[in-house]
């Protein structure tokens, strides 16, 4: 069964660091372009970040870029993101998704249930 | 930046009515434009891709259409369990930017 399960979320003071999982079953992460989106309290969706399926490039929303490096273990099937100096804005459900394509811009057919980070002192 | 804009903000609807979204991007995106659902607690759920290909699995009540800068996500006949927020994505550059989000709700 295809899917993905985000870990990792919690409540964190600002300025300090929160690293989130993502773990994929049923398919290989290095063979699909992986997202990042998140979306704070009764808002809209953002898109976060991206890794290429073949891990050669990775983009970031300018809000995060910086402080935010998203990265993959092929080994362990299992996508992140690293989140450094949080901010109060940063306060969101993180949900990871697939490519619907390897290499076709079409969007994202799996997500994650999501998880949320708090960031407050 | 790619801006998505997003009409109407809301709209209330009864079970069999036809709804139709409205997407516009600030600049073309060819046909490069996802449309997605998402419920109350719920991630989102992609219905439409390539502007008009729908995804497997997803009833065919849900078209798309438009390229370029304009777009259009129609429900033929509404049914209870649409009753959600959509949403539209750019897929073309990134960061790949999403609309503000169209709410159906019961009238």
């Known amino acids: 069964q295809v899917q993905l399960v985000e870990s990792g979320g919690g409540v964190v003071q600002p300025g300090r660091s929160l690293r989130l999982s993502c773990a994929a079953s049923g398919f290989t992460v290095s063979s699909y372009g992986m997202h990042w989106v998140r979306q704070a309290p009764g808002k809209g969706l953002e898109w976060v970040a991206v890794i290429w399926y073949d891990g050669s490039t990775k983009y970031y929303a300018d809000s995060v870029k910086g402080r935010f490096i998203i990265s993959r273990d092929d080994s362990k099937n299992t996508l992140y993101l690293e989140k450094n100096s949080l901010r109060a804005e940063d306060t969101a459900v993180y949900y990871c998704?697939?490519?619907?394509?390897?290499?076709?811009?079409?969007?994202?057919?799996?997500w994650g249930q999501g998880t949320t980070v708090t960031v407050s002192s | 930046d790619i801006q998505m804009t997003q009409s109407p903000s809301s709209v209330s609807a009864s079970v069999g009515d036809r709804v139709t979204i409205t997407c516009r991007a600030s600049?073309?995106?060819?046909?490069?434009l996802a449309w997605y659902q998402q419920k109350p607690g719920k991630a989102p759920k992609v219905l439409i891709y390539a502007a008009s290909s729908l995804q497997s699995g997803v009833p065919s009540r849900f078209s798309g259409s438009g390229s370029g800068t304009d777009f259009t996500l129609t429900i033929s006949s509404l049914q209870p369990e649409d009753f959600a927020t959509y949403y539209c994505?750019?897929?073309?550059?990134?960061?790949?930017?999403f609309g503000p989000g169209t709410k159906v709700d019961i009238k």
């Open positions: 600049q073309g995106i060819s046909n490069w």
């Open positions: 994505q750019q897929a073309d550059i990134f960061p790949r930017t």
């Open positions: 998704a697939r490519d619907i394509a390897p290499t076709i811009p079409y969007g994202m057919d799996v």
